[in-house]
């Protein structure tokens, strides 16, 4: 038998043991924890927001489902809202990309633009856009401008029938706009008071769809799957990615992602995704443009 003094030391030792298992078991759920906590991090990385251009909207929210399909666990929303909208946001941090149809530098003030990276990832064709049943198929500048400055109001002004025009128009944060203003308008204003506006593309189109005097303006990719509204020639020449790529047509703008600083790497993999040769077709197939296919001449034409 242990003596009092014996007992009494014995149990101090497995006090001491008992309080070191304690403490060893409490480092080791703290480790895991840890490790948890590491983990829901990395998780999160994954998951990635963009908002910004409707021009681009349609191909950034294609090519977030083709990249979740090949990239499980990786999560992509795209939202639109306007390009000034998505410049604002991805300064702000409250996206990871801001898609534009207009460099940074246009919509945010030299400080917050310079913080940002720029990312073209395709070319954008924007073409005016009237009611299939109307009848007209072009314009001449002369024409596009008096229509959307309101100065011309009937649409047998320009040859077509006795018919008042409806003006569809975009707000000033919009990048679309500011690329027809720039390339279809030579910089006039639109008559923005006596038009109806939307940064919605979707919403342009139904518009256009549901009434026959209407007149607006989209990108290619928003004529891919309707009969009930046509583009319209301006000067005699298509609004096509031929005549985009060729020089012929210069209504068309560099769309952008950009990123603060560098981005994250799953936003980084992403754009190199969308931009990469391997997407090309997938790129065309919806109306947009090959940023490669474009010649000397055109990329000159536009830079004027």
Request: with cysteine; proline share 2%.
């Amino acid at each position: 038998m242990l003596s009092g003094e014996n007992s009494k030391s014995h149990g101090k030792f497995k006090a001491a043991a008992v309080l070191v298992l304690i403490v060893a078991i409490m480092m080791a759920f703290t480790a895991c924890g840890g490790s948890s906590s590491s983990s829901s991090s990395d998780s999160s990385s994954k998951k990635i927001s963009a908002s910004g251009s409707s021009a681009l909207q349609p191909l950034a929210k294609q090519a977030a489902t083709d990249y979740m399909k090949e990239n499980s666990g990786v999560s992509i929303t795209v939202s639109g809202g306007g390009s000034g909208t998505g410049l604002k946001q991805v300064s702000e941090g409250s996206v990871d990309i801001g898609n534009s149809d207009v460099e940074a530098a246009e919509k945010l003030d030299k400080d917050a633009a310079s913080e940002l990276v720029d990312h073209k990832v395709a070319l954008v064709t924007v073409a005016p856009v009237v009611n299939s049943k109307l009848g007209v198929d072009n314009l001449t500048t002369e024409q596009l401008i008096g229509i959307f400055t309101g100065e011309i109001t009937n649409w047998k002004e320009v040859g077509g029938p006795d018919l008042k025009i409806m003006l569809v128009t975009r707000p000033e944060s919009s990048g679309t706009r500011a690329l027809f203003k720039e390339y279809a308008m030579d910089g006039k204003e639109e008559a923005s008071k006596s038009a109806l506006e939307t940064d919605d593309s979707g919403t342009l189109m139904e518009t256009v769809e549901k009434n026959k005097g209407a007149i607006g303006y989209v990108a290619l990719s928003y004529l891919t799957d309707t009969k009930d509204a046509v583009a319209v020639s301006i000067d005699g020449v298509e609004p096509t990615l031929e005549n985009t790529y060729n020089g012929s047509y210069n209504v068309w703008g560099y769309e952008h992602m950009y990123t603060k600083g560098d981005g994250n790497k799953t936003a980084q993999a992403f754009i190199k995704y969308l931009a990469g040769k391997d997407y090309v077709k997938n790129v065309e197939d919806m109306g947009y443009g090959a940023i490669s296919k474009l010649t000397d001449k055109a990329a000159k034409n536009h830079d004027k």
